[in-house]
């Protein structure tokens, strides 16, 4: 039986936590604690991480909404 072409594929997966009794706890944002998701997720793909995230940006140009906030999300991952 053929695979539909749409059917998501996971190659990368990330976790952050932050506990308040951590020594290095640092109150961080929710869109903090994602960005360091993200950043554990694509260093599991074992890819390029600057090609996985212009390929994220570029597989959605035409939802414009979208493409924004994934751009958004991938400067955040790849600020120093």
């Known amino acids: 039986m053929p695979v539909d072409p749409r059917t998501p ?3 990368g997966v990330g976790q952050f936590t932050e506990r308040i009794d951590d020594p290095g706890y640092r109150g961080m944002s929710a869109v ?5 998701a993200v950043r554990a997720a694509l260093a599991d793909t074992g890819a390029d991480v ?3 995230a212009q390929a994220i940006g570029a597989s959605r140009a035409n ?3 979208i493409v924004v ?3 958004a999300a991938i400067s955040m ?3 120093p």
């Open 9 to 11: 594929v996971v190659v």
């Open 50 to 52: 600057a090609a996985v």
């Open 69 to 71: 906030e994934v751009r």
């Open 32 to 36: 903090d604690l994602a960005t360091e």
């Open 77 to 79: 991952v790849l600020a």
């Open 63 to 65: 939802a414009d909404r």
